[in-house]
T-cell receptor
């Protein structure tokens, strides 16, 4: 199973850009990289997904280098409401089973 | 789009009773759904993969007779916690894989069900 490694926690202030990097050294050729956000007592919410290079949507950007062994989620100008746990996931690489194994995630604390 | 619902959102039951949790994909079809449980301050732990029209696949250490999964249609999977005990108290979350995007492993998660067993 592909595994991911993220910082356990990060602190930021309102209005700053936050970059969370995830390592996935054993990512398989057919795996996508997906980031989720989770608030307490809620299910994870899809943020962004990518395969290579850069992906941008209305809430975040995802940067993936050519070797795909890492990825960086970029949140522009965070607010207090962005305080949450952020999970980076890759497919299990065993052939389209769709299983996602959650790591510990990164707890982002945004301060005023 | 891509909305997944769960019912109930929270349930309190007595020890020894069984509890059924429903997971529905509201605007897409899902051949595959997944069930997770999450303890306070911990990450999500995958329990099983629910396959429409066939038996569920359980992760190692998860008792299939304890956690019964039925996936009778392309939009509904149910998890039944049988003979629940206090240690089964947890936050149960389902997810559904969008059939139309099978190449991307995109899963959409339900809001979760808080189970408390007294």
């Amino acid at each position: 199973l592909a595994k991911t490694t993220q910082p356990i926690s990060m602190d930021s202030y309102e209005g700053q850009e936050v970059n969370i990097t995830c390592s996935h050294n054993n990512i398989a050729t057919n795996d996508y990289i997906t980031w989720y956000q989770q608030f307490p007592s809620q299910g994870p919410r899809f943020i962004i997904q990518g395969y290579k290079t850069k992906v941008t949507n209305e809430v975040a950007s995802l940067f993936i280098p050519a070797d795909r062994k890492s990825s960086t989620l970029s949140l522009p100008r965070v607010s207090l409401s962005d305080t949450a746990v952020y999970y980076c996931l890759v497919g299990d690489g065993s052939g389209n089973t769709g299983k996602l194994i959650f790591g510990q995630g990164t707890t982002l604390q945004v301060k005023p | 789009g891509a909305v997944v619902s769960q019912h109930p959102s929270r349930v309190i039951c007595k020890s020894g009773t069984s509890v059924k949790i429903e997971c529905r994909s509201l605007d897409f079809q899902a051949t595959t759904m997944f069930w997770y449980r999450q303890f306070p301050k911990k990450s999500l732990m995958l329990m099983a993969t629910s396959n429409e029209g066939s038996k569920a696949t359980y992760e190692q250490g998860v008792e299939k007779d304890k956690f019964l999964i039925n996936h009778a249609s392309l939009t509904l999977s149910t998890l039944t916690v049988t003979s629940a005990h206090p240690e089964d108290s947890s936050f149960y979350i389902c997810s559904a894989r969008d059939n139309s995007r099978t190449s991307t492993d995109t899963q959409y998660f339900g809001p979760g069900t808080r189970l408390t067993v007294l």
